[in-house]
Nanobody, 115 residues
Framework: QVQLVESGGGLVQPGGSLRLSCAAS????????MGWYRQAPGKQRELVAV???????NYGGSVKGRFTISRDNAKNTVYLQMNSLKPEDTAVYYC?????????WGQGTLVTVSS
């Protein structure tokens, strides 16, 4: 059974940083392209960042240069380092496979950027 557990969210002031973690069980992240997604209130879920099995990364235009996705295959965990956070980054953040997310979404982790 696949389980994805996101953590690391919280309340941060504009310009601040957070590091999100996604621990996977039942799915080997080293053999899957993985993505971080987010869903802001009243909006559809969107792709934020991708990391492939060979370590190539890509980012949505709004986060490019501020966010960094990485993975630790030994820990079966994917990370999202978020710097220079903006109020518009406020959302629930999820991880899942990319380009086709699996049915098993985690509970997500809430990031709130506010002064």
């Amino acid at each position: 059974q696949v389980q994805l557990v996101e953590s690391g969210g919280g309340l941060v002031q504009p310009g601040g940083s957070l590091r999100l973690s996604c621990a996977a069980s039942g799915r080997d992240v080293s053999i899957n392209d993985m993505g971080w997604y987010r869903q802001a209130p009243g909006k559809q879920r969107e792709l934020v960042a991708v990391i492939t099995t060979v370590g190539l990364t890509n980012y949505g235009g709004s986060v490019k240069g501020r966010f960094t996705i990485s993975r630790d295959n030994a820990k079966n965990t994917v990370y999202l380092q978020m710097n220079s956070l903006k109020p518009e980054d406020t959302a629930v953040y999820y991880c899942n496979t990319w380009p086709r997310p699996g049915d098993a979404w985690g509970q997500g982790t809430l990031v709130t950027v506010s002064s």
